[in-house]
């Protein structure tokens, strides 16, 4: 580009002052990429500003009442949440539990699952009439426009029943990013 | 005007003209550079945590714990934003088993606080709790938070070395 720009101006009467205009407004736009306080530039950067479109993705759920999981049983549908990414980029997509759960008068096993079961972590011991928090989270690639449609399924070992309390959470975190950027 | 005057000043000219060349170049080449942070800048990333442990008696709430430096959202750039406030809390019981309950406050000392079950610290035991809140924000919107800890009656807890408060403010629709 700048090569057609050199050759026009080639042998041109009026070069030198040309020369200065360029030269004079390549400064300004260079002063006005640094010099926040110039209304002229700031006005340019809050146009700016306001064409940038939303790129993250955040959701989150709460548990709001007890849930009962009896001895080696499994409940899905906790914490669910339902969500659409914006149309921006790729991302790279975190969900995370965090579960408190508690045993019952007999020591147990909490297991968490995500993604309807398809991933899920390593049984944590309860002891009995005991409440531990547990984290969890799995990481995946991410479309735009792309829908999310995932809670929280929890697994009670045989040894006895668990009860999941109000406070656990489900979160989805979505960093817009170049799929080459990101590793799982 | 002599002529090494004269020399002078068209060699001072020419210098000029070649600076602004130059600068013309550059904004030609590398036309994202000057304006690639352009409202670029909506997240927000704050943490706070104690860098020694102490002991939080039977019964006794702490607050104000690991408040981190309050903030703004940048004001320049997207609308509205989903805070995360993420504390990841290290309690050790004594000799008694007690519990723990981690509250986050999203706001100034005094704010609303969100608290977490109470979990279970075994005695000579160190458990570790994350517990997280999220909310709304605006931009410019100013971004305060800090920690509480409540030891249950039965025993005290020390809370350990570096349990931290986190927040993540991310730009979303």
Not at chain 1, 48 to 59: D, K
Not at chain 1, 148 to 170: D, E, F, K, R
Not at chain 2, 55 to 79: E, H, K, M, Y
Request: proline share 7%; with cysteine.
């Amino acid at each position: 580009m700048f090569t057609t720009v050199r050759k026009s101006f080639q042998n041109h009467p009026l070069k030198r002052l040309s020369l200065s205009v360029i030269g004079s407004a390549t400064i300004a736009a260079a002063l006005g990429s640094t010099l926040w306080a110039a209304p002229s530039f700031a006005q340019s950067k809050t146009t700016t500003a306001a064409t940038t479109t939303y790129a993250g993705i955040m959701f989150h759920k709460c548990v709001n009442s007890p849930i009962t999981v009896g001895a080696g049983q499994t409940v899905r549908g906790i914490a669910p949440i339902s969500g659409t990414a914006p149309q921006a980029s790729a991302y790279g997509v975190t969900a995370r539990a965090v579960v408190f759960v508690q045993a019952g008068s007999t020591e147990t096993t909490c297991l968490i699952k995500l993604a309807g079961g398809a991933v899920w972590g390593t049984p944590i011991t309860i002891p009995a009439n005991t409440t531990v928090s547990i984290p969890f989270e799995d990481t995946s690639p991410g479309l735009p426009g792309e829908s999310y449609n995932i809670a929280i399924a929890i697994q009670a070992g045989s040894g006895g029943s668990l009860t999941v309390l109000p406070g656990s959470s489900l979160t989805i975190e979505g960093i817009a990013s170049k799929p080459s950027n990101n590793a799982y | 005007m002599s002529r090494e005057n004269q020399n002078h000043k068209n060699s001072k000219h020419g210098s000029l003209l070649a600076i602004l060349a130059l600068a013309l170049v550059s904004w030609l080449a590398f036309p994202a550079v000057g304006h690639a942070q352009t409202g670029s800048y909506n997240g927000l990333m704050l943490q706070a945590q104690n860098m020694s442990a102490f002991t939080v008696p039977p019964g006794r709430t702490f607050t104000d714990v690991n408040q981190f430096d309050p903030r703004n959202i940048p004001a320049d750039g997207l609308s509205n934003y989903t805070v995360v406030y993420r504390a990841f809390v290290y309690a050790t019981a004594g000799a008694s088993a007690t519990t723990c309950v981690v509250g986050i406050t999203e706001g100034p000392v005094g704010a609303k606080t969100v608290y977490s079950p109470a979990v279970t610290v075994p005695p000579y035991t160190t458990v570790q709790i994350p517990f997280e809140v999220v909310t709304k924000a605006h931009a410019g919107d100013l971004i305060q938070g800090s920690s509480t800890m409540s030891a249950g009656s039965q025993g005290g807890f020390t809370i350990g070395y570096f349990s931290s408060l986190t927040l993540l403010a991310y730009p979303t629709p």
